[in-house]
């Protein structure tokens, strides 16, 4: 059983309206799987019809080789979740909260090491109500932990977070990845995705647009990289158009912007042709393309508008 | 999983009593309550205020002006006439009587008496005690006539004390805060906690595992008949501490009484925090339905004090049952079989509440 997750054909309409058109993924055993996309794609209702939370209106969702439809509960006991904007209860602190989830599940965890694990062990005595948003979101993925899941189920768990907690939640996340943990994580910044994510999705508009490594989206995708660079003595555009896998080339102020579709190979001929045409790179710099730039080639859209 | 409800009744019993807001509607309130009706106590015996002008009365005269001061329903000031007049105007006396000097004539006396006029100034606004001390001081000059001309008396009125329980207005509005106080807990408890839950997300997330809704409603609702059960007996112990009651009936039926009245309103908590779309619009939503019952139940007053259709439509209300029943159980010691009628309708409310409760309240967000 090497994929933990098998999702076919999985629809979910309302009235006329269709959230998830049709997608198909799987997600292997220990995989960080990234589905990406901006708001309204249907990232969300995709998680929460997998984790039993919505009701399917067509296609199919196995988890564990268990069938959502018919297993909801049993899917339920194995997967920890995160939902966007999960709230608990103010009335008790973090450690009776933990013990209050474990108890769901017929369980008793090491409340003080789970929350050490989230970097909340001197926290243990507080309300919900006195956490900030970073500590929250990670009380939030300590209670998803509370039965040691099989999948750990992450929606969108960094938005609204400042840069700095931003990375203690990345930090925190792998550290969960290491352990083995298969993640599914939404989100809205390919540079999360492109971080944390063995495979991403690309989702718009209801459908998965691509779904392949972040390294091969890049690749594959056919958006090209920015190579820009000064000389001191002027050379003619032309043989910079010779260069292999040079898509373009303009001349800006003093300096030369290219495009490329390989820099790997475009850059050691630059080099070359540095010696052999006499003159002298300054100022190179390497802009490589991003998951934003083809979640761009594909729709044609910026991620966030 | 016995052990997940149990353990989730336990959270949700912390909860409640870390909860200030509840514990003040569902204690402090109603003892404050019951301390300041307690207080004004409506059935103390009013006393009538009469006044009384006396210029220089005679023994015999000054004898009877002593025997109306013993009577102890009246507070008797004397004054002059002014004083007194004005004393009436400003309502401060039922009556005020000018009594003539020589208003009973000396035993000793030889003349045969001669009739004597009292005259006696009636305040509108005090009729009825007016009335009730004009008919006092007539029986006295009545007996005073007979006792002078030496008539036999004809008649006489025997009387012989019973032991009667006496049920006084705070044995009567007990029963009443403690149907209230359950009921305020009940609906306003559940209403706001579960509006909260899923305003914020909790039930969702409570979703999210394996726990079954009802497991977790039942740990609310075990928790909740436990305070309504300590409700009562907090009620009970202070009403006979501080104002000396009585409960005349069984406790364990007084017991089984708050509790079916407990479930019964946790089911309108629960209809009221299915509707309610925020934590916001709770309040006006169940106070809409709490405060008519409130004083329209038969709480502070008996509700045969009102007008017939009003008593007509009061008579169904649930805490009007529940309130009767408490009552008849507490302040005249009923068995069950006195109160079966109200009983019965708990039941009924409870069913359809619950039923009602089922079509309003969901874990899920009801998605239009």
């Known amino acids: 059983m090497n994929e933990i997750i098998r999702v076919k054909d999985l629809t979910k309409k309302y009235g006329e309206f269709t959230a998830v058109d049709g997608i198909s993924f799987e997600v292997k055993n220990g995989e960080t799987f990234g589905i990406l996309g901006p708001n309204g794609a249907g990232k969300t209702t995709t998680l929460e019809m997998i984790e039993g939370l919505k009701s399917i209106t067509d296609g199919e969702a196995i988890l564990d080789d268990k069938n959502v439809k018919e297993k909801a509960r049993e899917v339920k006991a194995v997967i920890g979740v995160q939902l966007q904007a999960s709230s608990f209860f103010d009335g008790l602190n973090l450690k009776e909260l933990l013990d209050t989830f474990a108890s769901i599940y017929g369980r008793k965890v090491d409340e003080m090491a789970l929350l050490k694990s989230v970097n909340l062990d001197d926290k243990w005595k507080s309300k919900v109500k006195e956490l900030s948003g970073g500590q929250k979101q990670r009380l939030s993925i300590a209670v998803g932990l509370v039965n040691d899941p099989k999948v750990l189920f992450l929606d969108e768990p960094t938005t609204g977070l400042d840069p700095q907690a931003r990375r203690n939640m990345w930090d925190l996340i792998t550290q969960i990845k290491i352990q083995g943990k298969t993640i599914v994580i939404t989100t809205h910044y390919m540079e999360e995705a492109e971080v944390l994510c063995d495979r991403v999705a690309i989702m718009d508009q209801a459908k998965i647009m691509v779904l392949d490594t972040p390294f091969n989206l890049l690749r594959n995708s056919g958006v090209a990289s920015t190579i820009t660079f000064r000389v001191d003595n002027k050379c003619p555009e032309v043989h910079f158009e010779k260069l292999p896998g040079v898509e373009k080339v303009t001349n800006e102020d003093h300096g030369y912007r290219m495009i490329s579709n390989n820099p790997e190979v475009t850059l050691p001929a630059l080099f070359n042709h540095e010696t052999e045409c006499n003159f002298k790179i300054f100022d190179l710099q390497l802009r490589q393309a991003t998951l934003e730039d083809v979640f761009l080639k594909l729709t044609g859209r910026k991620l966030r508008e | ?368």
């Open chain 2, 1 to 368: 999983m016995p052990n997940t409800t149990l353990t989730l009744t336990k959270s949700s019993i912390k909860m409640f009593i870390r909860n200030k807001q509840s514990l003040f509607f569902t204690l402090f309130l109603p003892v404050m309550i019951m301390a300041i009706f307690g207080l004004i106590g409506f059935d103390r015996a009013q006393k009538m205020d009469i006044g009384l002008v006396v210029g220089n009365p005679s023994k015999s005269t000054q004898q009877f002006i002593d025997n109306i001061k013993q009577v102890t329903a009246f507070d008797i000031n004397t004054g002059d006439l002014e004083t007194e007049k004005q004393a009436l105007k400003d309502d401060k006396r039922a009556i005020v009587m000018q009594i003539p000097d020589n208003l009973i004539p000396d035993p000793s006396s030889k003349n045969p008496p001669s009739k004597q006029v009292i005259t006696v100034y009636k305040n509108i606004s005090q009729e009825q005690q007016a009335q009730a001390a004009i008919s006092i001081i007539s029986q006295f000059l009545d007996k005073t006539t007979l006792t002078i001309t030496k008539a036999p008396a004809l008649f006489e009125l025997k009387t012989e004390t019973i032991n009667s329980k006496n049920v006084r207005y705070i044995d009567f509005l007990l029963p009443g805060i403690i149907a209230m106080a359950v009921m305020q807990m009940a609906v306003f408890s559940v209403a706001f906690v579960f509006a909260d839950y899923k305003e914020k997300g909790i039930l969702k997330r409570l979703l999210a595992t394996p726990l079954k809704p009802f497991q977790f409603v039942t740990a609310n609702v075990i928790t909740r008949l436990m305070v309504a059960i300590a409700q009562t007996a907090i009620l009970i112990i202070m009403g006979i501490l501080i104002y000396k009651t009585h409960v005349y009936g069984s406790y364990p039926l007084v017991l089984l009484i708050s509790i079916l009245g407990g479930i019964m309103f946790l089911g309108l908590g629960f209809i009221i925090s299915g509707i309610a779309k925020t934590v916001e619009s709770v309040p006006a939503l169940a106070n809409l339905l709490v405060f008519p019952m409130m004083f329209l139940s038969g709480i502070f007053f008996p509700i045969n004090s009102m007008p017939g259709w009003l008593q007509s439509i009061v008579q169904y209300f649930p805490l009007t049952h529940f309130a009767h029943a408490l009552r008849e159980v507490m302040a005249n010691g009923a068995g069950f079989s006195l109160i079966a009628k109200d009983v019965y309708w708990m039941l009924g409310w409870s069913i359809v509440l619950i039923v009602l409760a089922n079509f309003t309240f969901g874990f899920e967000e009801k998605r239009v």
